[in-house]
């Protein structure tokens, strides 16, 4: 079958480079007469490169040189990704640009199945689960494969894939959800700075960072930050077939990826190769890995490359805070 989409390829692209060819000599050369021989020929091959770049396009279409798909989920998770503030880094692409990617995977005539790579310490709630029902709805096999970090919204995302491997050393685990805010009531107060709000609703000021914690508020808030574990754990439980009190028994600790395996939070140890190995076994043929990116203008990469800058310059000057209700943050 492999043996077959290669000669179908190249049948594809050297029949394009050939019409093209003769499109550009007809129209370049042999019908306008004026045009002088050597800038007819340069016109010619021009013509003849747009067609074999056209004919490989639609050889990769009709005869895709891969079968499996990888799509990467690196650094903290955000809605939108882009990075954060001066003292954050970069994190892209934001979720929504991964779960594309995903669809478009599965969309994909040659993409059998779908590799996660995983590299991540968590995030925004919302946008990991985008990603992990992404996964889960993926049309063939998933493997996610941890390289340094699979942690809290990372392996909420793996709990999306049939299986969860990671190298000995990779850092696995932290299922829980953390809530925070700043608290600068004090330094208000020094500062000579009141707090005054209108609002409308009991609790639609609690966690506000300019005064302290009511016992109410902290109870309140307390009780989002339990559902969304609940939610989590109930959905690691059913996703990875791990036994709930042995999640929670983990207190979201993380563990190396050895200690991982040996508690069920991770099915294999083992490098890239192994990985590919073992999609190979599941197709049951050779695996040819195709890396599904976000297409991203040029806007976008000045704005990343900015925001690179920035980070490097304002490292741990300043915090930036996202995903906040009222400035209490919710992380997973």
Same mark, same amino acid.
């Given at each position: 079958?492999?043996?077959?989409?290669?000669?179908?390829?190249?049948?594809?692209?050297?029949?394009?480079?050939?019409?093209?060819?003769?499109?550009?000599?007809?129209?370049?050369?042999?019908?306008?007469?004026?045009?002088?021989?050597?800038?007819?020929?340069?016109?010619?091959?021009?013509?003849?490169?747009?067609?074999?770049?056209?004919?490989?396009?639609?050889?990769?279409?009709?005869?895709?040189?891969?079968?499996?798909?990888?799509?990467?989920?690196?650094?903290?998770?955000?809605?939108?990704?882009?990075?954060?503030?001066?003292?954050?880094?970069?994190?892209?692409?934001?979720?929504?640009?991964?779960?594309?990617?995903?669809?478009?995977?599965?969309?994909?005539?040659?993409?059998?199945?779908?590799?996660?790579?995983?590299?991540?310490? /968590?995030?925004?709630?919302?946008?990991?689960?985008?990603? !992990? @029902?992404? +996964?889960?709805?993926?049309?063939?096999? =998933? %493997? $996610?494969?941890?390289?340094?970090?699979?942690?809290?919204?990372?392996?909420?995302?793996?709990?999306?894939?049939?299986?969860?491997?990671?190298?000995?050393?990779?850092?696995?685990?932290?299922?829980?959800?953390?809530?925070?805010?700043?608290?600068?009531?004090?330094?208000?107060?020094?500062?000579?700075?009141?707090?005054?709000?209108?609002?409308?609703?009991?609790?639609?000021?609690?966690?506000?960072?300019?005064?302290?914690?009511?016992?109410?508020?902290?109870?309140?808030?307390?009780?989002?930050?339990?559902?969304?574990?609940?939610?989590?754990?109930?959905?690691?439980?059913?996703?990875?077939?791990?036994?709930?009190?042995?999640?929670?028994?983990?207190?979201?600790?993380?563990?190396?990826?050895?200690?991982?395996?040996?508690?069920?939070?991770?099915? /294999?140890?083992?490098?890239?190769?192994?990985?590919?190995? !073992? @999609?190979? +076994?599941?197709?049951?043929?050779?695996? =040819? %890995? $195709?890396?599904?990116?976000?297409?991203?203008?040029?806007?976008?990469?000045?704005?990343?490359?900015?925001?690179?800058?920035?980070?490097?310059?304002?490292?741990?000057?300043?915090?930036?805070?996202?995903?906040?209700?009222?400035?209490?943050?919710?992380?997973?």
């Amino acid at each position: 079958m492999a043996d077959a989409d290669s000669v179908a390829r190249l049948g594809i692209v050297l029949l394009g480079t050939a019409a093209a060819v003769v499109a550009g000599w007809l129209v370049f050369v042999a019908y306008p007469g004026s045009l002088t021989d050597l800038l007819g020929v340069v016109l010619v091959l021009a013509t003849a490169l747009v067609g074999a770049r056209i004919a490989s396009n639609v050889a990769g279409s009709v005869a895709p040189s891969h079968n499996v798909a990888e799509v990467a989920v690196e650094g903290p998770i955000t809605r939108d990704g882009g990075g954060g503030g001066i003292a954050s880094p970069p994190t892209s692409p934001g979720a929504d640009d991964i779960v594309e990617q995903i669809e478009s995977a599965d969309d994909d005539r040659g993409a059998e199945a779908l590799l996660l790579k995983l590299n991540t310490p /968590g995030g925004q709630i919302v946008p990991s689960e985008d990603i !992990r @029902l992404a +996964a889960e709805r993926f049309d063939g096999p =998933t %493997v $996610a494969y941890a390289t340094d970090v699979c942690a809290s919204g990372g392996y909420d995302i793996a709990a999306g894939c049939d299986e969860l491997w990671a190298r000995e050393g990779s850092i696995v685990g932290s299922i829980g959800v953390i809530g925070s805010r700043v608290n600068a009531s004090d330094l208000a107060d020094r500062m000579g700075l009141s707090y005054e709000q209108l609002t409308a609703g009991e609790y639609k000021d609690a966690g506000t960072p300019l005064k302290e914690f009511e016992e109410d508020e902290r109870e309140y808030l307390q009780g989002l930050i339990d559902d969304y574990y609940d939610q989590f754990v109930e959905t690691v439980a059913e996703g990875r077939d791990i036994d709930e009190t042995t999640i929670r028994d983990t207190e979201a600790r993380v563990f190396l990826g050895a200690a991982a395996h040996e508690l069920g939070l991770v099915d /294999g140890i083992g490098t890239r190769e192994d990985v590919e190995d !073992r @999609l190979e +076994a599941r197709l049951g043929e050779p695996v =040819t %890995v $195709a890396e599904f990116e976000p297409a991203r203008g040029l806007m976008s990469r000045v704005r990343g490359g900015a925001q690179a800058v920035a980070f490097a310059l304002g490292a741990g000057l300043t915090s930036a805070f996202d995903g906040d209700v009222d400035g209490f943050t919710f992380r997973q």
